[in-house]
C-alpha cells in the first residue's frame, strides 16, 4: 500500500534512489550521477565501491560471518594491536556504531572511578552543541532539547557547558566530576573546530583534577582532519576516545580506545556485545587501516584539505551575500550560510553534488579521502553553479 509507509517517518528523505556508487561519485537508478561529497556523513572514508575493501569482504564472506565474542577472534585482537600501535590507547572495545562507542567511553569512565573507590564521582561535563548519538545515555550527553523531548528522564550525570567556554567548563568541575567529554571538532553542531590551545587547556585541567579526558571523534577521526586522529593536531593524548563513521568506510562498526588504566573497571563480565567486532566487521575495518595507514594517505587528504579550502575562500568573497563564514579543518569543512542551509544543499544537489546540513546553518562538506584534486575542483564549479543560482534567485525576488 503506497500510503501506508511502513517505516518510522523520523527522516525526510531525499528524492533520488542511488544504485551504485564508485569513489566518489554515485550514480542513480536513472543513470544520473552525483558527486558524493556527504559520504554517508563521513562514513565512506574510502569512497564507495574500493577494490581493497570489496575484496576484503568478500573473501570474508565465503570464510566466515560471525561469531560471538565468547571465542576468539583474530582479526579483531589483529585490529586492535594495530589501533594502539597507531594511538594513545592501550585496549580496545569494538562496537557495532558511533552511539554504542560513546555508551562504552562513558561505562569505561564511571566504571573507573567505581573500582577506584569513588562511586559516586560519575558525572561527565559536555559541550552545547554536542552531538554524541541517539541512545538514552548519549542524548543526555549531547544535551540537546529537541533530542531530549518525550523520551522520559534525561540519563543522570550530565553537566552541559557552553562552546568554547573555558571559564565556565572550569566553574562546572566538581569532586564528582569523572570525565570532561568533547569532539575535537563538533559535526552536527555544525563543523566547529574546539581552538587547540582549547584542547590543551582541557588537558591540563584534567590532570589538575584527575578527571579523564573523552574524546568523541566518531565524526572527525580517521583521516578525516588530515591527522589520524583530530586530536593529535592539538599534541594531547585522551584517556578514551570513541571512534566509528569513517573506521568501517561504510561497514557498520565502531570502537572505544582507552588507557589501561583508564579502562581499568572494564573486568570480566562489565560489558558485552553481540556482533561488536564480528569478522565481517573486523575484515573491513583491517582493510580500511591498511589504506588510511600507507604513506602518503594523509598528505593527500591535506594537499586536497588545501584546494578546497582555498576554493571555498573564494567563493565566500565572490558571494558575501550567501556566505557567512567557511569553517572546519581537513576534508571536514563547513559553508555557513547567511541565509538558507537546506536551500543550499537543495541548490547543491540540483548542480548534482551532495553535502550535508548541520546546525548552526551549516551545509558541511564531507567527501571521501581519496577524492582527487581535479574532482574538489569540480566540487568547487558545482558549487559556484549552485551558488550563482541562488543569487540570481534572490536577486529576482
Ligand atoms: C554520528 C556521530 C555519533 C553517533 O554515531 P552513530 O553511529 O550514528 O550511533 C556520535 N558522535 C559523533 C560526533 C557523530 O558524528
Not at 31 to 43: H, K, N, Q, T
Not at 95 to 119: D, M, W
Not at 155 to 168: I, K, N, T, Y
Amino acid at each position: 500500500m503506497a500510503d501506508a509507509k511502513p517505516l518510522y517517518e523520523t527522516y525526510t528523505r531525499a528524492p533520488m534512489v542511488f544504485e551504485r556508487g564508485h569513489g566518489v561519485w554515485l550514480e542513480t537508478v536513472d543513470g544520473e550521477r552525483y558527486l558524493d561529497f556527504a559520504a554517508g556523513i563521513a562514513v565512506n572514508s574510502l569512497g564507495h565501491t574500493h577494490p581493497h575493501l570489496v575484496e576484503a569482504l568478500k573473501a570474508q564472506a565465503d570464510r566466515l560471518w560471525h561469531l560471538s565474542n565468547l571465542h576468539e577472534i583474530p582479526d579483531q585482537t589483529r585490529l586492535a594491536e594495530r589501533l594502539t600501535a597507531a594511538t594513545f590507547a592501550d585496549k580496545v572495545f569494538f562496537t557495532n556504531s558511533g552511539a554504542e562507542a560513546l555508551e562504552c567511553a562513558i561505562k569505561t569512565a564511571r566504571r573507573h572511578f567505581y573500582v577506584n573507590g569513588q562511586p559516586d564521582r560519575y558525572r561527565i561535563i559536555t559541550i552545547e552543541g554536542a552531538f554524541h548519538g541517539r541512545t538514552l545515555a548519549t542524548i543526555a550527553a549531547g544535551g540537546q532539547a529537541k533530542y531530549l523531548e518525550g523520551f522520559g528522564p534525561k540519563v543522570e550525570g550530565f553537566d552541559q557547558v557552553p562552546f568554547g567556554d573555558f571559564e565556565a567548563l572550569k566553574a562546572a568541575v566538581t569532586d564528582d566530576t569523572a570525565a570532561i567529554l568533547v569532539e575535537p571538532v563538533q559535526g552536527e553542531g555544525g563543523v566547529r573546530p574546539l581552538p587547540k590551545e582549547m584542547l590543551r587547556e582541557l588537558r591540563d585541567l584534567c590532570d589538575e583534577h584527575g578527571m579523564l579526558l573523552i574524546l568523541d571523534e566518531v565524526q572527525c577521526g580517521v583521516g578525516r582532519t588530515g591527522k589520524l586522529f583530530a586530536h593529535e593536531w592539538a599534541g594531547i593524548e585522551p584517556d578514551i576516545m570513541a571512534v566509528a563513521k569513517g573506521i568501517g568506510g561504510g561497514f557498520p562498526f565502531g570502537a572505544c580506545l582507552a588507557t589501561a588504566e583508564a579502562a581499568d573497571g572494564m573486568t570480566l563480565g562489565t560489558h558485552g556485545t553481540t556482533y561488536g567486532g564480528n569478522p565481517l566487521a573486523m575484515a573491513v575495518g583491517n582493510a580500511v587501516l591498511d589504506i588510511v595507514l600507507e604513506d602518503g594517505f594523509l598528505t593527500h587528504v591535506n594537499d586536497i584539505a588545501l584546494v578546497l579550502r582555498q576554493g571555498l575562500a573564494s567563493l565566500k568573497d565572490r558571494y558575501p551575500d550567501l556566505i557567512k563564514d567557511i569553517r572546519g579543518t581537513g576534508l571536514m569543512l563547513g559553508i555557513q550560510c547567511a541565509k538558507s542551509n537546506a536551500d543550499l544543499v537543495m541548490a547543491m544537489r540540483n548542480e548534482y553534488i551532495l553535502g550535508v546540513p548541520a546546525g548552526d546553518n551549516v551545509v558541511r562538506l564531507l567527501p571521501p579521502l581519496i577524492v582527487s584534486a581535479e574532482e574538489a575542483r569540480e566540487a568547487l564549479n558545482r558549487i559556484d553553479a549552485a551558488l550563482g543560482m541562488l543569487s540570481q534567485k534572490a536577486q529576482a525576488s
